[in-house]
């Protein structure tokens, strides 16, 4: 059967409403052109879009699936990814945009995967995992999982029809086209930049006068000294997967001193599940906070269960993510995943916890921990550190050995010019084991 884009605009809203959303992405998107026909919805660098440019784009798209009900979105451009998403929802067609650098194999892996799940047969929609420690899968999910959290999730992230929000990334990653969608739900405006320099982020920004910022804390790192209240005023940073590191955080207020930090903790499987301030974490290193409305948090021998009426389709609540965590008198404290513990010679160490020492260091950059299994003495942790100009590893090294217990004193150290990221913009660690297998110092 082909399927192909209704001419008329007017019936493709009343398919939509037929689908059962209350006030479904293209309704509030035609209401926002009619209000305001030449309000920016959309900036990608030095291209604007308004409102109305949406829908006349949208209207443009035609779609054809001969065998199946699933299409896989391969292009790598925002701007079609996004509209080609809402269109394919529209019209019953149910999207997976993929990941960038996504191998022909793999794609056909996850086509065969996705004919053949019965889960698909109850969502509107596809997103794939990170994939960081090997092939990605598909999430099946429903519109009203996300839409139906856009009020709460737009209140406590004081996003509304003023709001100009810029991200860096890819749509495949469900963290930006969750955000995506709730800001152009409200009427805001959403800026999306495709260069790599962290430099050129900024000026765009401040171009768009950008109220709201919202990146993985990878990249936030590397934006933060780029970031100057002279140039730019920001009134919220958003970041999300887990926790931000204290020193990241004291980074960032002191760069944008009137900016209010929030942090949210979630997962594919459950969308958001809680969150808290950024000066919350400066009293209390890792904490995620308090869950969100008709979310509910629950320990099982420090596991962290969570029910929620807005995961993924087929997941059966309470669901963990093998995510262990403790409630403090601030809310809920994360410890990370057993990946994030290293044992060496009978001691148990916390990796996020030494990174945040190292980045306490004013000589430090960036740095990342991992640790590699050793049938001597258990796990080895290595160190990767991007240095100031003006220090060498030795000079760190000496200076370091103040901020680290001795048990904690990485055994290898490696200097690197930045931390590898994956498209996710999640640390690349397939990358940083093998330079493992480099030179040591």
């Not at 779609?63 to 391969?74: E, Q, R, T, Y």
Request: glycine share 4%; aromatic share 10%.
């Amino acid at each position: 059967m082909d399927f192909v884009l209704l001419p008329v605009l007017e019936e493709l809203v009343f398919l939509f409403s037929l689908r059962g959303w209350k006030l479904n992405m293209i309704q509030k998107i035609k209401a926002w052109a009619q209000e305001a026909p030449h309000r920016q919805a959309l900036v990608i660098d030095d291209k604007s879009y308004t409102y109305c440019d949406l829908l006349r784009m949208m209207n443009q798209i035609r779609l054809d699936s001969k065998s199946s009900d699933v299409c896989f979105i391969v292009e790598h451009r925002p701007l079609e990814q996004l509209m080609t998403f809402l269109v394919a929802v529209s019209l019953g067609i149910k999207p997976v945009i993929c990941h960038p650098n996504l191998s022909p194999e793999i794609q056909q892996a996850l086509a065969s995967e996705a004919s053949a799940s019965d889960l698909r047969l109850e969502a509107d929609f596809g997103i794939l995992t990170s994939g960081t420690s090997g092939k990605p899968k598909i999430l099946w999910r429903t519109i009203s999982s996300w839409v139906d959290f856009f009020a709460e999730q737009n209140r406590i992230f004081h996003m509304d029809q003023k709001t100009s929000l810029f991200l860096k990334g890819n749509f495949s990653f469900s963290g930006n086209l969750n955000m995506a969608l709730a800001v152009l739900y409200e009427g805001g405006q959403l800026i999306i930049s495709d260069k790599p320099s962290p430099r050129s982020w900024v000026q765009l920004c401040q171009t768009c006068q950008v109220s709201h910022l919202y990146l993985l804390p990878s990249l936030l790192q590397v934006l933060a000294s780029h970031l100057n209240s002279r140039e730019l005023d920001l009134s919220y940073i958003i970041s999300s997967s887990q926790t931000l590191p204290v020193p990241l955080i004291r980074d960032l207020y002191d760069r944008q001193p009137t900016c209010d930090i929030i942090v949210f903790y979630g997962a594919s499987e459950l969308s958001f599940i809680s969150w808290c301030k950024g000066r919350e974490i400066l009293d209390n290193p890792n904490l995620v906070g308090r869950a969100f409305k008709n979310v509910q948090i629950k320990l099982k021998n420090n596991k962290i269960y969570v029910t929620t009426p807005y995961a993924a389709v087929g997941v059966r609540c309470p669901y963990t993510v093998e995510d262990y965590g403790h409630f403090s008198k601030a809310g809920l404290i994360l410890e990370g995943r057993p990946s994030d513990w290293a044992n060496y010679a009978g001691t148990k160490l916390h990796l996020p916890t030494i990174r945040q020492k190292l980045l306490s260091c004013s000589f430090v950059i960036d740095a990342f921990c991992l640790k590699l299994s050793s049938h001597l003495a258990g796990d080895e942790v290595h160190a990767f550190l991007v240095l100031k100009d003006s220090i060498s590893l030795s000079e760190a090294k000496k200076s370091i050995a103040s901020v680290l217990l001795a048990t904690e004193q990485p055994k290898y150290w490696h200097t690197i010019d930045a931390i590898p990221l994956m498209d996710s913009s999640k640390v690349d660690v397939q990358q940083l084991k093998k330079l493992c297998q480099k030179r040591t110092h």
